[in-house]
T-cell receptor, first 115, second 115 residues
């Protein structure tokens, strides 16, 4: 089973709201990722967690706050977002986070609209 | 720096004909290459990867890719296209300079299969 689940599927929020995106995998993977994808563009890496510790932050604005409560869960907390933050947010996981050959498996994404 | 290029924004093929989606790479050291497919409003699905060994890699849904070191290419192929193959295809390369399993995506190629 190579399933990564994400909730919610769709989210509409105002610029003053606080919301969270959730990602879950039960494949025993120890690396988890957040990506942002604009329409017809490749995914852009935001954060990488390795063994529940943040290992990469691609200079993402502080209005995005990741959290990894345990090895199966990854959250992305959103606060004071801008309309340009509207995008598809993808979660991925891989077996490890230092092995070149590992495959990243992606969830279906959360479609975020910021009004 | 590691990079991949997808020279065609769009590829159009008639159903039943062979298809090729092109990808060229530029890497330092051994290339670790991936192909992903994205259907509308969905996450990315892993198709196949090249790590080492045979230059012809077989993947999901009847796809295969040919690794060519002299031409620095990793083209995705399928002998007989289906309408259901219409989607956005991404080539990717492992960023060996990253401590985590970071991958770098190409710009994407939209494949359209006409009945």
């Amino acid at each position: 089973d190579t399933e990564v689940t994400q909730t919610p599927k769709h989210l509409v929020m105002g610029m003053t709201n606080k919301k969270s995106l959730k990602c879950e995998q039960h494949m025993g993977h120890r690396a988890m990722y957040w990506y942002k994808q604009k329409a017809k563009k490749p995914p852009e890496l935001m954060f990488v967690y390795s063994y529940e510790k943040l290992s990469i932050n691609e200079s993402v604005p502080s209005r995005f706050s990741p959290e990894c409560p345990n090895s199966s869960l990854l959250n992305l907390h959103l606060h004071a977002l801008q309309p340009e933050d509207s995008a598809l947010y993808l979660c991925a996981s891989s077996l490890g986070a230092g092995t070149s050959t590992d495959t990243q498996y992606f969830g279906p994404g959360t479609r975020l609209t910021v009004l | 720096a590691q990079s991949v290029a997808q020279p065609e924004d769009q590829v159009n093929v008639a159903e039943g004909n062979p298809l090729t989606v092109k990808c060229t790479y530029s890497v330092s050291g051994n290339p670790y290459l991936f192909w992903y497919v994205q259907y509308p409003n969905r996450g990315l699905q892993f198709l196949l990867k090249y790590i080492t060994g045979d230059n012809l890699v077989k993947g999901s849904y009847g796809f295969e890719a040919e690794f060519n070191k002299s031409q620095t290419s990793f083209h995705l192929k399928k002998p007989s296209a289906l309408v259901s193959d219409s989607a956005l295809y991404f080539c990717a390369v492992r960023d060996i300079w990253s401590s985590a399993s970071k991958i770098i995506f190409g710009s994407g190629t939209r494949l359209s299969i006409r009945p």
